[in-house]
């Protein structure tokens, strides 16, 4: 599973000290223990397999046979998620809806909703962000894997599906991080009546941009840290030669699923928080993208330049989402080690703003509340 220690998904989310969990981990290791024998599980071996923003926890336990060919067949992933304070149901739903679509993953194999516990299948521990880093000679066969994925995705139909939609309240709630705990909180800088005028326009104008976007289904966190890079065998259905030989990632972290802009997810991959890439190489992405897409049927428009600038102003937004969650997790949660990644989603947002004429008066704020936090002694 994907160390994903925030979650970009839910900015009004807690983050508060666990509670003890001595208590919880002696009832998993019971629970374990009662599945049925042919699981082959050893509770003696359960041990972290990733931590999350979330009271949800997951854990390794291995299987004593160590059948199969693959390191995943030998084990398998067990979420903790107190009843109390996270609902399972959303997670079974998605992922109920990801498996009919053929999309990797992890397979829903035991659950225990009474006690929020469930055995997943193991996906490896080899995320997106770690392949790249280890062995960059797959990055393009990786991308297009992840293209094709989220493709197939958005190809699931939202009519009667039981998803949230990315509404105007909720696009407008995650831009407003921006300013309470990016520009007021890190920055240091106060913004006038006039300065906040220009952020409000410019955040109605966001998502009047992602309302008019095509709605489709919406992972809400689609980046390196969610996906598992695949090994190098081909799916399971495909032909050699084919359009289907393409080894695509296993999906984690999409509890928070809606229906939302069609832009969404690809920006979230391209602008990564965590991965910067040329501009010209996002563009081959996205052109990438929008020709499969278009062959597939789904509602990306007819004109490359046109759904370029919604990904640009999509991206703006999440963006901003983000550059107020992370200095939030470093003010309020103590979490340092996202002060690292602002530089990179601060260069995402500058570049939209400086280019774009309806953001010109926002690129000159950028300018004053960075300017003002230099001359303060402020970093970011």
């Not at 997670?91 to 659950?111: C, H, I, K, S, W």
């Not at 990055?139 to 998803?163: F, K, N, S």
């Not at 296993?250 to 602008?271: E, H, M, N, W």
């Not at 989603?345 to 300018?367: I, K, N, T, W």
């Amino acid at each position: 599973m994907a160390d994903r220690p925030e979650n970009l998904s839910n900015p009004d989310m807690p983050h508060k000290d666990s509670p003890p969990q001595d208590l919880r981990l002696d009832a998993l290791r019971a629970w374990l223990a009662s599945l049925p024998a042919t699981w082959n599980l050893d509770p003696a071996s359960l041990r972290p397999a990733s931590s999350d923003a979330s009271f949800r926890r997951y854990f390794r336990v291995d299987r004593r046979t160590g059948g199969g060919t693959a390191a995943t067949d030998r084990s398998c992933i067990v979420m903790d998620a107190p009843p109390e304070r996270e609902d399972c149901r959303p997670f079974l739903l998605v992922a109920d809806l990801l498996a009919r679509q053929g999309v990797r993953a992890p397979t829903v194999l035991e659950r225990n909703l009474e006690q929020g516990f469930l055995l997943l299948r193991d996906l490896g521990d080899a995320t997106y962000a770690d392949a790249l880093a280890a062995r960059p000679e797959r990055i393009p066969d990786l991308y297009e894997g992840a293209i094709a994925t989220l493709v197939r995705m958005q190809a699931i139909p939202v009519a009667g599906m039981a998803l949230p939609p990315y509404d105007r309240d909720r696009l407008l709630a995650e831009m407003r991080l921006f300013p309470e705990w990016y520009v007021a909180r890190h920055l240091g800088v106060d913004l006038s009546p006039a300065e906040r005028a220009v952020l409000d326009a410019a955040c109605e104008r966001l998502t009047a941009s992602a309302l008019d976007q095509a709605q489709v289904f919406v992972h809400r966190d689609y980046h390196s840290r969610n996906l598992m890079a695949p090994g190098d065998e081909l799916r399971p259905d495909s032909t050699p030669g084919s359009a289907s030989d393409i080894a695509e990632p296993g999906v984690l972290d999409f509890q928070d699923a809606v229906i939302g802009p069609i832009t969404y997810d690809l920006v979230s991959l391209l602008r990564d928080a965590y991965v910067e890439w040329p501009e010209p190489q996002q563009i081959d992405w996205a052109a990438r993208y929008w020709e499969r897409a278009r062959r597939q049927g789904l509602p990306v428009p007819t004109d490359f330049g046109r759904f370029w600038r919604d990904l640009e102003w999509m991206g703006l937004q999440r963006s901003l989402k983000v550059l107020g969650i992370f200095a939030r997790l470093h003010h309020r949660d103590g979490k340092d080690r996202y002060l690292a990644d602002l530089p990179v989603v601060l260069r995402h947002a500058q570049r939209v703003v400086e280019r774009y004429d309806p953001f010109a008066a926002l690129a000159r704020l950028f300018d004053r509340i960075h300017g003002r936090a230099r001359e303060e002694g402020y970093t970011f």
